[in-house]
């Protein structure tokens, strides 16, 4: 977990993921060193060690619920009515919960927003400022989930996670990572990583958790596939304390969210 914040989530789900356990595994501990070679520029060599504030407050925000669209046959999903933060003292006015996706996501208040499920199964919430837009260029905040179809979960969880590409030709994938430049990861544990970088393109701050645990392919077939499930923030400069607070509560629901 990034370090500034713990969440409480007034609703539990759970789910069976199996861990790689062959030596394509990703280390199993944190590491103080990146896992991969890194096409961006790394913010700070430690993202775990975000700046906590002296001062937390502990607050109660109730979830407000945006429609989610539907690629295909509508799901139904359940969202808390409230959800317990703690917070450096400095967010516990300006914070606000929205739920889309199946996901409860924290943002600064007055921001907006939009959730979609496609037909292959992937989902995603993006959260944008007044005056903002969800498409890429601005800030924004990010939760995506990758969908059931072939392929779709390799390519995009093959940038964070070595393990990821090597298994890919393990199971005859490698043709859905082709291109995949990875990203440089610091470890939580083999399945979660954290990453920070800074956009070329807009100057922007990236700080994300990319979760990647094993599962039975949910298609039918005996080869597993990854559960590919990525949070981003997108900051101007100076508001890493904001992107830990945010990503500590999505990152606790991944393995919840199935």
Sequence with gaps: MLSGCGVTINTAQGGGNLTPTSSASAPSSRSGSPSSTSPVTVVSSTPSSSHTASTTSTVTLPVTVIPTSFGGSPSYFQYPSSITVTVPAQYATQMQAVGGANFVVISPKGWQGVAA??????????????????????????????????????????????????????????????????????????????????????????????????????????????????????????????????????????????
């Design 117 to 258: 499920e496609g037909a292959d199964g992937s989902r995603s919430i993006i959260l944008y400022p007044p005056g903002g837009s969800p498409q890429p260029g601005g800030p924004r905040i990010l939760v995506q989930t990758a969908g059931g179809c072939v392929g779709c979960a390799w390519s995009e969880a093959a940038p964070y996670f070595a393990w990821v590409r090597q298994y890919a030709n393990q199971y005859q994938e490698s043709t859905m990572i082709q291109g995949a430049t990875p990203v440089t990861t610091y470890h939580q544990s083999s399945i979660l990583h954290d990453y920070q970088f800074v956009s070329t393109r807009t100057g922007l701050h990236v700080n994300g958790v990319a979760y990647a645990p094993f599962i039975q392919n949910p298609n039918g077939t005996n080869s597993p596939t990854p559960l590919f499930r990525n949070a981003q923030t997108i900051f101007p400069a100076g508001q890493h304390t904001l992107a830990t607070v945010i990503l500590n509560n999505v990152e606790q629901q991944f393995a919840q969210n199935n």
